[in-house]
């Protein structure tokens, strides 16, 4: 039953990474063993088929939730392995799904690679190249910051091919493919952000995955979707955590002779948080609500569930490093973490502003209508 497919997947994370953030993000790296051992259940809308968990979105996005609230690079691990498996379970063949999808829930880790450095949130400016040459397809280019490259076996990489676009994917040992891990990054710092150059990378034929030639940008956007929706649900299970975090600290904490909770100022940031915590949770829950129906509004909800909920933790985290005031000033801290993660937050899957303008947009066409 799903239901106990989602305890299950709950549980084992809550026993392999509970009280183990702080270690992680000190030292930027997370045990192989570990991503090993949640290998289904970093992409866990795979079918069960495939070896995966076969969770709806709705199920799917609580897992990512209490990931988030627990270890923001397990969680940043788990978008960039679940937006790998959807761009091979949306645009493979069968032949490459059956192929391709054991690996992933058997614990081999994937990545996908979108930025460039001339192309972060204008991906129409992507200048990596895809070509065919008789039975081999060929790479050349460079992509940037491309979460949990540091640990992949498999990078899905995208890039033009002809008029349009394509996605390959490329094993992270081919000849002409160089992984160089980016050390002492701003947030998630053990998620294995890495930069990735591919130099007359070839590879047989049917490394390249369907949809081949169609537009970039719709490409681009069925995976950037599913990573969209995984983000906003980490960013929820973040403040989930900053609210516990805050709510203890603010009952055991006293000044002025008086529990922190007392005090109308300190009691105003918890109710903030409270209400940030919620509405996240319920944008991410509509934007899942639409996946799971397959409704063509999807797009629309899953950006505003990313621009609510990134907005929302970067201020939750920031509120909650004011309450613990010192407590929370030290970089073991939860919501120290929490502070420096949710930032990226802002940043990767789309920009604030970026999602602002597509927001804006849907709002004019709707106008016009």
């Keep these: 039953m ?16 509970e009280g183990q953030a702080e270690e992680w993000d000190r030292t930027g790296l997370l045990p192989p063993e570990l991503l090993g051992k949640l290998g289904p259940v970093l992409c866990a809308q795979v079918a069960t088929e495939h070896g995966g968990l076969g969770l709806s979105s709705r199920d799917n996005g609580e897992l990512t939730a209490h990931t988030g609230s627990l270890c923001g690079s397990v969680r940043s691990v788990m978008t960039t392995q679940g937006m790998a498996a959807w761009a091979i379970q949306r645009l ?5 799904r ?3 999808l054991p690996r992933l829930t058997g614990g081999e880790l994937a990545a996908v690679a979108f930025s460039e450095p001339q192309a972060g949130s204008d991906l129409s400016a992507m200048t990596t190249r895809i070509r065919d040459e008789g039975d081999t397809v060929v790479l050349d280019g460079h992509k940037v910051w491309v979460t949990g490259g540091h640990y992949a076996g498999l990078i899905v990489v995208f890039g033009r091919y ?24 701003l947030g998630c710092r053990a998620a294995g952000h890495a930069d990735v150059e591919l130099d007359a990378v070839r590879l047989p034929a049917d490394s390249l995955l369907g949809g081949a030639g169609q537009s970039l940008s719709l490409l681009v956007t069925s995976a950037l979707t599913y990573g969209r929706l995984s983000v906003a649900w980490g960013c929820a299970g973040m403040l989930r ?54 409704s063509p509004d999807v797009v ?26 010192s407590a929370g000033a030290h970089a073991g801290s939860l919501v120290a973490r929490a502070y420096r993660d949710a930032k990226l937050m802002e940043i990767i899957e789309g920009t ?3 999602c602002l303008v597509m927001l804006a947009g849907h709002a004019l066409g709707g106008a016009r209508r």
């Design 162 to 185: 002809g008029d349009g676009g394509a996605a390959v994917v490329v094993p992270a040992d081919a000849p002409g493919v160089r992984v160089r891990r980016i050390p002492d990054p």
């Design 352 to 354: 604030n502003e970026v």
């Design 300 to 325: 629309m909800t899953t950006v505003l569930a990313k621009q609510v909920s990134a907005v929302n933790a970067a201020a939750g985290a920031s509120a909650a490093v004011q309450v613990l005031a």
């Design 98 to 100: 059956a192929r391709l």
């Design 241 to 294: 955590g900053c609210l516990a975090a805050t709510t203890d600290h603010a009952r055991s904490r006293s000044q002025f002779g008086k529990p922190l909770a007392d005090h109308q100022l300190v009691s105003g940031h918890l109710g903030r948080l409270l209400i940030a915590e919620q509405v996240s949770a319920r944008v991410c829950e509509h934007a899942s609500e639409h996946w799971d129906s397959g």
């Design 92 to 96: 493979g063949d069968a032949a490459q």
């Design 2 to 17: 799903p239901g106990d497919a989602l305890a299950r997947a709950t549980a084992l994370v809550t026993e392999l990474v």
